[in-house]
């Protein structure tokens, strides 16, 4: 069974730092995408990032850039110059390509610090 | 562009009830999938449907069900429920329902059992 480990239930970073989240998966398919999610206190679940397993170079959407080491089944998350905004619950996410569901971690609770 | 609406936002109900959560999914997306949150937990992956047809479903028991109608719109029915079913109901659609293409979320109705 597919399988995300968030090993991070909290992370604080200071305002303007850089801060790592981690996630790891399981799976034995060859053709997936992984994501990272964020859920503020309002709740709806954003899209911050995503990466193609096939794919070898890291995905980077401004800020957010990813660390995809597919051998070790290893997907972290980098926010670079963190915002007060950026302080939200994060989901990292996999899901197999030709199928439409995702299976998620359990989250890191991220606080940003003024 | 709305973006996916559920409703009703809460909802409370008692044991042994039935519950019927609406979904309407940005237009032109034919795929809407359904998740379970509980409190301090990732989403986990109910139903998804595409062109009105069940695509996929997860470990769920029977007492939950769903439909998609020719609008795309979808309703997920859970029946006899249980303390445990408490949670948010997340509702994400998107264009064909494979990982290709970004699932966008609603923001939940969250179902309170008592």
């Known amino acids: 069974a597919q399988t995300v480990t968030q090993s991070q239930p909290e992370m604080s970073v200071q305002e303007a730092e850089t801060v790592t989240l981690s996630c790891t998966y399981d799976?034995?398919?060859?053709?997936?995408?992984l994501f990272w999610y964020k859920q503020p206190p309002s709740r709806q679940m954003i899209l911050v990032i995503r990466?193609?397993?096939?794919?070898?170079q890291n995905a980077t959407e401004n800020r957010f850039s990813v660390n995809f080491q597919k051998a070790a089944k290893s997907f972290s998350l980098k926010i670079s110059d963190s915002q007060l905004g950026d302080a939200a619950m994060y989901f990292c996410?996999?899901?197999?390509?030709?199928?439409?569901?995702?299976?998620f971690g359990d989250g890191t609770t991220l606080t940003v610090k003024p | 562009d709305a973006g996916v609406t559920q409703s009703p936002t809460h909802l409370i109900k008692t044991r042994g009830q039935h519950v019927t959560l609406r979904c309407s999914p940005i237009?032109?997306?034919?795929?809407v999938s359904w998740y379970q949150q509980v409190l301090g937990q990732g989403p986990q992956f109910i139903f998804q449907?595409?062109?009105?047809?069940?695509?996929g479903r997860g470990n769920f028991p029977d007492r939950f069900s769903a439909r998609q109608f020719p609008n795309y719109s979808s309703e997920l029915n859970v029946n006899a429920l249980l303390l445990g079913d408490s949670a948010l109901y997340l509702c994400?659609?998107?264009?064909?329902?494979?990982?290709?293409?970004?699932?966008?979320f609603g923001d939940g109705t969250r179902l309170s059992i008592l």
């Open positions: 994400a659609s998107s264009l064909i329902g494979q990982l290709n293409q970004p699932q966008h």
């Open positions: 799976t034995s398919e060859s053709d997936y995408y």
């Open positions: 990466q193609e397993a096939y794919k070898q």
């Open positions: 996410a996999y899901g197999v390509t030709n199928a439409g569901k995702s299976t």
């Open positions: 237009s032109g997306h034919k795929s």
């Open positions: 449907y595409y062109e009105k047809e069940e695509r």
